[in-house]
């Protein structure tokens, strides 16, 4: 199957619109693990998405912390050169081994970067990793520092192209007057949309690549997901302490996930494509992370990859943020019609 592709930036990567998220795969036992999973069916899942056309998948040093990249390694060696997807990690969290559930620590000093990528390179059996990015920005680490040692690393070879998580416009300005970022990796949803405001408006006008991760709000904007549904997450799924997961915010995000059903109705589709594809309207976003943990909900969001949403579709949408008053951050992409604005 062939979806569309987007350049990231100018990073000269052209990515499917939606890529594969492997948080999940990290499986549970740490601080924000997802609950058990088993690796087997994460192969089958990763597999079943790159069949679909995804040409990309996102993980991250912590994720399980190591054992996400681990199992994507397993998958990319299996696979023929001709079959294997670009690969995005992450590092600057740095987690304690002896008491995993602790929270990770931020750290961006140049000579732990170096480490974490050396060993990103041996779990994902790559000499070289196509996006390698900052996970979280470090408040004890002048980021110059920290970007300057990324740029060593693509002009050694280890890394192509190189990007940040979580930074604001501030961080992306100091990082840019060192080297240029390629992308930014930002929470967003129809739930979580503040980086709208400022962050995504900024890489397009400096040709930097948006892939937006949580596009779904961690699985709040799906058909299946239920108020009861967090009572019977793991224990140690990290949802179940998220404010989003807690009232009153829970009745309110599935009042406004209820409000996308007509519109997947017409499309003939899913409310978590929906949800997905209003992301990759926004001018300036390049694709979305998007997680599974079964072939199945591979097939309930990959349809989002080339669904494009009517002026009256994202206006309705609109208009059902402005109702519930979900979530915070501008609600409308610019170009539909002239777009709203909310304060927190």
Request: hydrophobic residues 40%; charged residues 25%.
């Amino acid at each position: 199957m062939a979806l569309p592709t987007r350049l990231l930036g100018s990073s000269g990567l052209k990515i499917t619109t939606v890529g594969f998220g492997s948080w999940a795969v990290g499986g549970g036992g740490w601080s924000y693990g997802w609950g058990p999973q088993d690796d087997t069916e994460s192969i089958a899942t990763m597999r079943h998405a790159l069949d679909l056309g995804v040409n990309w998948i996102d993980t991250a040093a912590v994720y399980g912390l190591g054992h996400s990249e681990e199992v994507v390694g397993r998958l990319f060696r299996d696979l023929p050169a001709s079959k294997r997807p670009f690969i995005f990690t992450k590092c600057g969290l740095i987690w304690d081994s002896k008491n995993p559930m602790a929270e990770p620590r931020r750290v961006l000093k140049p000579e732990s970067i170096r480490r974490e990528c050396e060993a990103s390179l041996r779990r994902l059996g790559v000499d070289r990793i196509d996006l390698y990015q900052f996970h979280w920005p470090d408040p004890d680490t002048p980021v110059e520092e920290s970007w300057s040692e990324m740029d060593k690393l693509v002009k050694e070879g280890k890394v192509h192209a190189a990007g940040v998580s979580n930074f604001d416009v501030e961080l992306l300005k100091r990082c840019e007057a060192i080297r240029h970022v390629d992308s930014l990796q930002p929470p967003f949803s129809l739930i979580n949309r503040k980086a709208a405001e400022k962050e995504i408006p900024w890489c397009e006008e400096h040709h930097t690549g948006v892939i937006c991760y949580s596009p779904m709000q961690s699985g709040l904007l799906t058909e299946s997901f239920t108020a009861s549904r967090v009572s019977r997450m793991a224990n140690d799924d990290w949802r179940r302490r998220a404010e989003e997961f807690q009232e009153p915010n829970l009745s309110r995000n599935l009042v406004l996930r209820d409000a996308l059903g007509p519109i997947a109705k017409k499309h003939g589709t899913s409310v978590s494509a929906v949800a997905i594809a209003w992301t990759l309207a926004w001018p300036g976003v390049t694709g979305a992370i998007v997680g599974a943990r079964t072939p199945a909900q591979v097939d309930g969001w990959i349809q989002a990859a080339s669904l494009e949403l009517s002026a009256a579709d994202l206006q309705a949408i609109a208009s059902a943020v402005e109702h519930t008053k979900a979530g915070a951050g501008p609600y409308h992409p610019k170009g539909a019609a002239a777009p709203k604005r909310r304060s927190a």
